[in-house]
């Protein structure tokens, strides 16, 4: 069988990292890259440290609105497509580079897979949620990471193909946490403390676009006087420069770090703070509670876990979460057993 995967922004070359490395144990994957994050540190350094194999094609699409974005990638890929006629096509999460993969072999009737079905936020405001819930409905088979995920599917009346299987991104944690463990510098390199700083993200649009939300952000990060260490993807910082800055002599702005720095910066940090979905998740997985700066997630169980807070980007919302907010005892398990990808091969296999 011959599997094209699709992938573009930096989540997504994580959660193909595990799945990759199966797919390839019996069928042929032909990797294709749409080129929607393309500097060094938010798409070369995944590819190296994750060992995926070369994209066999980059589209080099780039960044652009949604519409010009999107449609260069289906322009792309229907190319793609044609040449290399697949059996299936598999499709990661909620980025425009999954609705134009998905929508390109949907019209030309080749079978889509979508990894991370059933992801709901219920607000179409966000570019994600219409991503999701457009290529679920064009999908043949449906790798649901949760419970939730299957039933929300349901709900909009897809039950077949459907398959719980795990998250992906807590298989890539728990096979590249010690790695990290054993290479990464970074806490020394920025003379970081176990425990001694909060780690930060800010991405989504709803944060960045919205000058107000962004400012309320952060000055909350100010505000805290907590040392805070901010990685800054570059939407946010192109956004920072238009907007007035409090003095910020508490936070360390760095640039994006490549994903086992990632998991080392996450795991000894007191707390994360972050709108990112992955990054949700990956306090949970590594046990650290997370603040998160959005109105509502996707991943509902760890904040029923009460190992995540949803507090928007309201400032004084945000500080009090830094203040006092603390994680339960215990956890559940609802993401799997850490072999999602083994799982997702075998379906396919079958
Ligand atoms: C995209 C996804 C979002 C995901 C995020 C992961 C969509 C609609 N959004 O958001 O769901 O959470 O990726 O990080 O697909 N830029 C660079 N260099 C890069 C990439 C981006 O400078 O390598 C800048 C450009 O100014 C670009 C902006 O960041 O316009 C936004 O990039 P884009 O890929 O459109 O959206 P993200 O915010 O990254
Ligand atoms: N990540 C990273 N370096 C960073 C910030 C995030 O490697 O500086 C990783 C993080 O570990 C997670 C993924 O990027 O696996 C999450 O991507 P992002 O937050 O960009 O997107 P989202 O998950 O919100 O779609």
């Known amino acids: 069988m011959k599997v094209i995967s699709i992938v573009g922004a930096r989540p997504q070359f994580v959660k193909a990292a595990p799945l990759s490395k199966k797919l390839r144990e019996k069928f042929t994957e032909v990797l294709v890259h749409t080129g929607q ?33 999107t449609g260069k990638m289906l322009i792309e890929i229907e190319k793609v497509l044609t040449k290399e006629k697949p059996d299936l096509v598999l499709v990661y999460g909620d980025t425009n580079s999954t609705i134009a993969g998905s929508l390109a072999a949907a019209k030309l009737h080749i079978k889509v897979a979508h990894v991370e079905a059933g992801a709901r936020s219920f607000n179409r405001l966000l570019p994600e949620e219409i991503n999701r819930v457009v290529t679920d409905h064009l999908s043949d088979l449906l790798f649901c990471p949760t419970e939730t995920a299957v039933k929300n599917l349901e709900k909009e009346g897809i039950t077949s193909g459907v398959f719980k299987t795990g998250d992906v991104m807590y298989d890539a944690v728990l096979q590249f946490s010690k790695i990290a463990k054993q290479k990464s510098k970074i806490l020394e390199k920025l003379q970081l403390e176990t425990g001694s700083y909060l780690y930060a993200t800010v991405h989504r649009a709803e944060n960045t676009d919205n000058p107000k939300n962004l400012r309320s952000i952060i000055e909350a990060f100010s505000r805290s006087g907590e040392k805070i260490v901010f990685s800054v993807h570059p939407r946010t910082r192109k956004m920072l420069k238009e907007i007035e800055l ?105």
Not at 38 to 63: A, R
Not at 329 to 334: G, L, M, P, R, T
């Open 37 to 69: 994050h393309y500097d060094p540190n938010m798409s070369e350094v995944f590819f190296k440290e994750l060992e995926i194999p070369e994209p066999d094609y980059n589209l080099g699409v780039g960044s652009g609105s949604h519409g010009e974005q």
């Open 246 to 350: 409090p003095p910020l002599p508490n936070v360390m702005m760095i640039d994006p770090v490549g994903y086992l720095d990632n998991l080392v910066l996450e795991e000894n940090a007191r707390k994360i703070l972050t709108d990112s979905g992955g990054m949700q998740k990956e306090a949970y997985f590594l046990k650290v509670p997370c603040i998160t700066m959005r109105n509502e997630t996707e991943w509902v169980e760890t904040v029923k876990d009460g190992w995540n807070v949803l507090v928007g980007a309201d400032k004084e919302k945000i500080q009090k979460a830094i203040e006092q907010f603390k994680p339960n005892d215990k956890q559940s398990n609802h993401f799997g057993d850490g072999n999602a990808s083994g799982k997702i091969a075998a379906i396919l296999n079958e």
